[in-house]
């Protein structure tokens, strides 16, 4: 087998190249212009990735984790409240929760898709519900169809937790439009990544906009008039341009990606003792990881890293087993799909630059790595 140079998880300069000369010359323009704060990049970016969602609104934020803050103080989430979130997601999901004041109710996932079990949700709905935050985690989108109508029976607002599944979408409605609000994050390395923090809130309330663009700014709609305690959680301009440029090109990075991740279905689908993922019936994924899942994980990431391929876990210790999350009572054995999951998902690399060499080599050391 012909050894390959070092193979990224995520080949974020390959991207880069491809929109160099757009960046620049926007990013020279606003320094031109000095329009640091908002401006027209924001409003195009705003306006942009509105119409992408397909959500009358969409208001630019600091990061996923204060859009999703931001999007549960606009729906109502209160200190006291319970909001309702899987167990295996990043732990900025229940951080979000717990900064308001609010508890996070953890959930199961179901062990097919690793997303959140509609019917663990039913099961846990007290009166104190405030909210339920579905997580398309990996570039899938949640059943979000069974979550709104347990939503609607219990009061609670629907708020999507869309960072990893920008483009996704389910029976043909995109994800961050099913919810009251949804949260996104372009986190560098997201399918639609900026060049740092950056994130955005999308709904199609003109109330909860405006309640999220008021937080985000101080809780001032007019300067030195604070009519709430918020936060300075604003969508950079820098990171606009960036945004700007590659949501251009979002969609057609999302079909390279579909076409990476049949590839590998074909080439590692023989291979014993290997979950690969699946699309959900209604889905069209965007993945942002490919997750599979292998018995003695850890041996397999050490050989695959020693090989050079660039793999990852996504996540290797569940949000209840924490320390930041202890707190919350659930010990080892409360979660069983997601503790399972913990200690078996391993990301192997995937972006759209990914050529079909690497993904065979990757193939190959994955299959080599397996072997007793």
Known sequence: MKVLPRIPLVDLAAQQAEVDDEVQAGLKAVFASTAFIGGPDVTEFEQAYARLVGARYCVGVANGTDALELALRAAGVTPGGEVILPANTFVATAEAVARIGARPVLVDVDPTHLLIDPTRV??????????????????????????????????????????????????????????LAAATSFYPGKNLGAAGDAGAVTTNSEEVAARVRLLGAHGSAVKYQHEVVGMNSRLDTVQA???????????????????????????????????????????????????????????????????????????????????????LGYGAGSFPVAEEAASTMLSLPLYPHITPDQQEYVAASLEGALRP
Request: glycine content about 8%; charged content about 20%.
């Open 122 to 179: 039913e099961a846990a709905v007290t009166e104190r519900t405030q909210a339920i935050v579905p997580v398309h985690l990996f570039g899938q989108v949640a059943p979000v169809e069974m979550l709104e109508q347990i939503a609607r029976e219990c009061g609670a607002a629907l708020i999507e937790d869309a960072a990893q599944s920008q483009g996704a979408s389910r029976h043909s409605r995109a994800a961050g439009s099913w919810g």
């Open 241 to 327: 341009v960036v945004l700007n440029a590659k949501l251009r090109r979002l969609e057609a990075w999302n079909d390279r990606r579909r076409a990476a991740a049949a590839h590998y279905s074909t080439l590692l689908g023989s291979l014993r003792n290997v979950v690969l993922p699946t699309t959900a019936e209604g889905n069209v994924d965007v993945w942002h990881l490919y997750v599979v899942r292998v018995a003695d994980r850890d041996r397999i990431l050490s050989a695959l890293t020693d090989a050079g391929i660039g793999v990852g876990v996504h996540y290797p210790v569940p949000v209840h087993l924490t320390g930041a999350f202890a707190h």
